[in-house]
């Protein structure tokens, strides 16, 4: 069992930045392939991003990608989600996931899953 913490979510600005963190509190992710989820009001929770293991590979959905990047500080015991040039599109409640298999999959869908933290949410005005 592992606990999942995030934080950094907040109000941006179209085109603005954030940095989201995922946290195990006394305990430690290296175990661990952890990725993003967000889900806007009314619509299906998507798989953003995910960072393997030994960070050998990483995922990033279409909406996403070149504007988000994940990243993995073990030392830090963290998983980090730059997140660029922000649009209203991106507005949903992030939540930080984790799983034990050493791989991202290739399409991330929620139940493949197993830990998930509580959420922050990310509002970008139109």
């Given at each position: 069992?592992?606990?999942?913490v995030e934080?950094?979510g907040?109000?941006?600005q179209?085109?603005?930045?954030l940095r989201?963190?995922?946290a195990?509190p006394?305990?430690?992710?290296?175990?661990y392939?952890?990725?993003?989820?967000?889900?806007?009001?009314?619509?299906?929770?998507?798989?953003?991003?995910?960072?393997?293991?030994?960070?050998?590979?990483?995922?990033?959905?279409t909406s996403v990608?070149g504007r988000?990047?994940?990243?993995r500080?073990n030392?830090?015991k963290t998983v980090?989600l730059?997140?660029?040039?922000?649009?209203?599109g991106?507005t949903a409640?992030?939540?930080c996931?984790?799983?034990?298999?050493p791989?991202c999959?290739?399409?991330p869908?929620?139940?493949e899953?197993?830990?998930w933290g509580?959420?922050?949410q990310?509002?970008?005005?139109?």
């Amino acid at each position: 069992q592992v606990q999942l913490v995030e934080s950094g979510g907040g109000l941006a600005q179209p085109g603005g930045s954030l940095r989201l963190s995922c946290a195990a509190p006394g305990s430690t992710l290296d175990y661990y392939t952890v990725g993003w989820f967000r889900q806007a009001p009314g619509k299906d929770r998507e798989g953003v991003s995910c960072i393997a293991k030994y960070a050998d590979s990483t995922y990033y959905s279409t909406s996403v990608k070149g504007r988000f990047t994940l990243s993995r500080d073990n030392a830090r015991k963290t998983v980090y989600l730059q997140m660029n040039s922000l649009t209203a599109g991106d507005t949903a409640v992030y939540f930080c996931v984790g799983r034990l298999g050493p791989r991202c999959p290739d399409n991330p869908v929620p139940v493949e899953w197993d830990y998930w933290g509580q959420g922050t949410q990310v509002t970008v005005p139109p």
